[in-house]
């Protein structure tokens, strides 16, 4: 599958879209969009492709990587996955919404389908498993592409750093646990695409990230 990687500016979050380029069915994953051009960049994007969309996806419910689900969600019609464990958030993603100031028409999050470890998660012919990486959020997922080699981690990894553990439901021994026996046991050549910041692989975090290295 392919990876399309968009940038928006109020929580600086990388949002992705991940089609297979064969049978044109992708999914949105963290859509972070706050605004009409960011939306539009996301549906011009769709149309420029000729893409169709299947899921929104959530590695964990935090408001920077949902605000824009109920927007592909009645855009297009469809599911939105996310872990059970993260209900709590989703549940209080308008109160998120207006700590930070936006717009009142954002809404809580429903979770039309949860996601549970090990899970395949199939769009065209493409695959990508769910891992649970609990820390950042009880709910964190990451969603692995073992065929094409990547994998797309929300905010538990990031190039040279962590997620933060001082929200609710974080836990810093978890989220440490975690990376450690669910993310960096992935191939070293393994590319990962986080919540934040630029990419990184799997074999760079193992040697150099300082909080994997003590």
């Given amino acids: ?5 968009f940038q928006f500016a109020i929580f600086g979050i990388n949002s992705y879209v991940v089609y297979d380029p064969d049978t044109r069915c992708c999914a949105i994953i963290d859509p972070g969009m706050t605004n009409c051009k960011e939306e539009n960049a996301i549906v011009d994007f769709i149309d ?3 893409l169709s969309v299947k899921y929104v996806i959530n590695t964990h419910l935090h408001i920077d990587h949902a605000v824009g689900n109920e927007f592909l969600k009645d855009k297009y019609n469809v599911p939105v996955l996310a872990h059970e464990l993260d209900r709590p958030l989703g549940e209080r993603m308008l109160l998120q919404a207006q700590m930070f100031g936006l717009p009142e028409r954002f809404k809580n999050v429903e979770i039309s389908e949860y996601l549970h470890d090990g899970e395949i998660i199939k769009i065209g012919n493409g695959e990508l498993k769910v891992i649970c990486v609990p820390g950042h959020s009880q709910g ?3 969603l692995y ?3 094409d080699n990547f994998v797309i981690v929300g905010d538990a990894l990031f190039s040279g750093s962590i997620g933060r553990t001082d929200l609710p439901g974080g836990d810093y021994d978890q989220l440490i646990s975690s ?3 669910r993310l960096l046991t992935l191939p070293p050549q393994t590319i990962v695409y986080p919540g934040h910041g630029p990419h990184t692989t799997i074999a760079q975090e193992r040697q150099h990230n300082p909080y994997l290295n003590n």
Avoid: Y
């Fill in 145 to 147: 592409d073992e065929k």
């Fill in 48 to 50: 420029r492709n000729k």
């Fill in 179 to 181: 990376i450690r026996s």
């Fill in 140 to 142: 964190s997922v990451a």
């Fill in 1 to 5: 599958m392919k990876v399309a990687i």
